[in-house]
T-cell receptor
């Protein structure tokens, strides 16, 4: 069964600090992995997308890494801001690109 | 480019009542998805349309849920009768093609938050 597991489930950090969110998946065959940011009461917004051949992708202060051998991905947030408070969801697509498997998300809270 | 539009934003109903949600995808997007997101969980696909045809509705509780996309553009999702466990955010998404994660145009709407009391 295809699964995507994220850790930690929740995280509280101080403004300006860095943090790293983890995603492990068992989706096979693998096609792509995407990180989404979901603000409370809003739909998910795509941050990065990586294919099998890519091992890092940046979007401003967000940097995602992918290790297709160990089936792990991470999302690193640099110099966090209050507006980074949200749920971060890891989504993996299978080889056919038709099935998406969602993680349950990491709830990040950035405090002063 | 306008995003995926959903309405209403919020809805509170009593159990056993019926409710309908509406979604207008990005113009030209052939594929439309309805997801159910229960608090603290990731979205779960309910149904996927390709134009006006159903591609995948394997996780749609067909005894109470129905969806249509008659003209291949906007779509409605209906619940009748609603149960307490249907309380969730219902997300609509669209993409240009059938392979969502490959397409950078895969976009979610803001969702409809349903509370069943």
């Amino acid at each position: 069964k295809n699964q995507v597991e994220q850790s930690p489930q929740s995280l509280i950090i101080l403004e300006g600090k860095n943090c790293t969110l983890q995603c492990n998946y068992t989706v096979s065959p693998f096609s792509n992995l995407r990180w989404y940011k979901q603000d409370t009461g809003r739909g998910p917004v795509s941050l990065t997308i990586m294919t099998f051949s890519e091992n890092t992708k940046s979007n401003g202060r967000y940097t995602a890494t992918l290790d297709a051998d160990t089936k792990q991905s991470s999302l690193h947030i640099t110099a966090s801001q209050l507006s980074d408070s949200a749920s971060y969801i890891c989504v993996v697509s299978d080889g056919g690109g038709n099935k998406l498997t969602f993680g349950t998300g990491t709830q990040l809270k950035v405090e002063l | 480019e306008a995003g995926v539009a959903q309405s209403p934003r919020y809805k509170i109903i009593e159990k056993r009542q019926s409710v309908a949600f509406w979604c207008n995808p990005i113009s030209g997007h052939a594929t439309l998805y309805w997801y159910q997101q229960i608090l603290g969980q990731g979205p779960k696909l309910l149904i996927q349309f390709q134009n006006n045809g159903v591609v995948d509705d394997s996780q749609l509780p067909k005894d109470r849920f129905s969806a249509e996309r008659l003209k291949g553009v906007d779509s409605t999702l209906k619940i009748q009768p609603a149960k307490l466990e249907d309380s969730a955010v219902y997300l609509c998404a669209s993409s240009p093609g059938r392979r969502p994660i490959i397409s950078m145009g895969y976009t979610f709407g803001s969702g409809t938050r349903l509370t069943v009391v």
